[in-house]
């Protein structure tokens, strides 16, 4: 059973649009949540985090928006950049339970069409 | 070098081979982990080490053995593998109790 699932495995978007990535969550002990990046052949890169004791966190062209009653979160990023072309993941863990356990989602491809 | 590196890039072994995978960090972390990426799926966490202990198995076959001689070396040894342990293996490490891990580029291993 998948705790952490991004029901989207591609998005397309042109150019200096806004992409919005979205995931979901299913145990509520979760409390700390992460993006992360991937390039081919490359590990995956830390993007930006967001604590349950917010529901916004905002880093440049990047933002992470958090709604605990509904158990999902969503990254947008404006505008797109053909950079930004990549498999975005989703990961989340309880603070609370082992500090190491990041729970990962399969991951959404974003391609950025020039 | 800087962040967290891996080696070999790339692997290709038989069934009856016995190889290792090497990561290091750079990045003062005591934490560092083990995780495997097969096609389709999540990453799946194989094995924790904190400050040189390991402090979570997953439930990893014992034909995966890792590792940690020092809190900068993190080694898994591969012994009699399968077909279906062909994935890219990720390390990653981060700070005690850090909800940041810091992955390298991982290895991408074919077992024939």
């Known amino acids: 059973d998948q705790q952490v699932k991004q029901n989207s495995p591609s998005l397309s978007v042109q150019e200096g649009r806004i992409s919005i990535l979205n995931c979901d969550y299913t145990?509520?002990?979760?409390?700390?949540f992460l993006w992360y990046k991937k390039y081919p052949a490359e590990g995956p890169t830390f993007l930006i985090s967001?604590?349950?004791?917010?529901d916004k966190n905002e880093d440049g062209r990047f933002t992470v928006f958090l709604n605990k009653s509904a158990k999902h979160l969503s990254l947008h990023i404006v505008p797109s950049q053909p950079g930004d072309s990549a498999v975005y993941f989703c990961a989340a863990y309880d603070s609370g339970g082992s500090n190491y356990k990041l729970t990962f989602g399969k991951g959404t491809l974003l391609t950025v069409n020039p | 070098e800087t962040g967290v590196t891996q080696t070999p890039r790339h692997l290709v072994m038989g069934m009856t081979n016995k190889k290792s995978l090497k990561c290091e960090q750079h990045l003062g972390h005591n934490a560092m982990y083990w995780y495997k990426q097969s096609a389709k799926k999540p990453l799946e966490l194989m094995f924790v080490y904190s400050l040189e202990e390991r402090v979570e198995n997953n439930s990893v076959p014992s034909r995966f053995s890792p590792e940690c001689p020092n809190s900068s070396h993190l080694f898994l040894h591969l012994h009699t593998l399968q077909p279906e342990d062909s994935a890219l293996y990720l390390c990653?490490?981060?700070?005690?109790?850090?909800?940041?891990?810091?992955f390298g580029p991982g290895t991408r291993l074919l077992v024939l």
């Open positions: 967001i604590s349950s004791i917010k």
């Open positions: 145990n509520s002990m979760f409390d700390y």
């Open positions: 990653a490490s981060s700070q005690d109790w850090g909800e940041t891990q810091y």
